[in-house]
């Protein structure tokens, strides 16, 4: 996965895409931001961030940021739109949904 650390050391990360707005997706409540690109995906992936940066073209990110607790696990989640595609060759309109997940709290 592209955006998230390869390794992680405690929990798990999931990665998907919608074709669905972000404002769509975002839990009620959770503000909404404009970030530049590679604070919208941080620094844990190994992404090519220069190609990343090219694509925005200065163009700023919505992201939203936010945990959810239940079920006995801790979830964390960030909605990112538009998002790059996984080959890094153009911007999705969707919105990706970046789950990091630690079970059994």
Do not use: K
């Not at 972000?22 to 839990?27: A, E, G, N, W, Y």
């Not at 220069?50 to 200065?58: C, P, T």
């Not at 607790?69 to 998002?83: A, K, L, N, W």
């Amino acid at each position: 996965m592209l955006f998230t650390p390869p390794f992680p050391q405690l929990g798990r990360y999931e990665v998907c895409t919608s074709p669905r707005q972000l404002s769509d997706l975002v839990p009620a409540g959770w503000q909404v931001q404009q970030l530049p690109p590679l604070d919208a995906l941080g620094a844990a992936g190994t992404y090519n961030r220069q190609r990343v940066a090219q694509l925005y073209g200065g163009r700023l990110a919505l992201v939203a940021r936010g945990r959810i607790d239940g079920s006995g696990q801790v979830e964390s989640r960030t909605y990112i739109s538009p998002h790059p595609d996984v080959r890094l060759e153009h911007l999705v309109p969707g919105t990706l949904i970046i789950r990091f997940i630690i079970c059994c709290t």
